[in-house]
């Protein structure tokens, strides 16, 4: 059964960091891309970044709003997603979702694609 | 502001059929970018309803349909039951000059009465 699950949520202060992660289990983590999206509280989806697979090159891409403080890492030896995140402001509070993203290259640019399957979420709450 | 625009709610009786639509621009659905649709019951993670326009996964009934056309993408629940009372977003890309992204709708909120 294909399985991912999030951890490493919790309560932190403006300006502070925290690190999640997301352990896969029941398919093939190396060749997968990943992303997380995340939903504040009463609010809808927003993509946070994605990570290609090492065949596709590894790299990242993020939305504008983490771009310079988030950073989206893997260990592909430990069927494991990071998100580290740094400066957390109040608008990070939100549900984090990791997500195996079907995501593709042609013509020499790369695309996400849909996303399945997510895991359960786990809380983040920037406040002091 | 979403990217993507969504009706903030639908409703329909049972047995009804309801539609949820999806808008775009030339930088995204126009662009010839797929959608996908997501089904996200309260208190749970969202599910993939529909990906690549109108392709279903397997187990996700056949009263779910999805569309394109232009700069507009629709969702279309036939037979509505209760239990399809949910959150549903539409997802696509957009690649503009200032970068490219993953987009989501605002969600629909669907009330089976």
């Known amino acids: 059964e294909v399985q991912l699950v999030e951890s490493g949520g919790g309560l932190v202060k403006p300006g502070g960091s925290l690190r999640l992660s997301c352990a896969a289990s029941g398919f093939t983590f190396s060749n997968a891309w990943m992303s997380w999206v995340r939903q504040a509280p009463g609010k809808g989806l927003e993509w946070v970044g994605r990570?290609?697979?090492?065949?596709?090159?590894?790299?990242?891409d993020y939305a504008a709003p983490v771009k310079g403080r988030f950073t989206i890492s893997r260990d592909d030896s430990k069927n494991t997603l990071y998100l580290q995140m740094n400066s957390l402001k109040t608008e990070d509070t939100a549900v984090y979702y990791c997500?195996?993203?079907?995501?593709?290259?042609?013509?020499?640019?790369?695309?996400?694609?849909?996303?399945?399957?997510w895991g359960q979420g786990t809380l983040v709450t920037v406040s002091s | 502001q979403s990217v993507l625009t969504q009706p903030p709610s639908v409703s329909g009786a049972p047995g009804q059929r309801v539609t949820i639509s999806c808008t775009g621009s030339?930088?995204?659905?126009?662009?010839?970018?797929?959608v996908h649709w997501y089904q996200q019951l309260p208190g749970t993670a969202p599910k993939l309803l529909i990906y690549g326009n109108s392709n279903r996964p397997s187990g996700v009934p056949d009263r779910f349909s999805g569309s394109k056309s232009g700069t507009s993408a629709s969702l279309a629940i036939t037979g509505l039951q209760a239990e399809d009372e949910a959150d549903y977003y539409c997802q696509s890309y957009d690649s503009s000059l200032s970068g490219s992204a993953v987009v989501f709708g605002g969600g629909t909120k669907l009330t089976v009465l």
């Open positions: 030339s930088s995204n659905i126009g662009a010839g970018y797929d």
């Open positions: 997500t195996t993203d079907l995501g593709y290259c042609s013509g020499g640019s790369c695309y996400s694609g849909w996303f399945d399957p």
């Open positions: 990570i290609k697979s090492k065949t596709d090159g590894g790299t990242t």
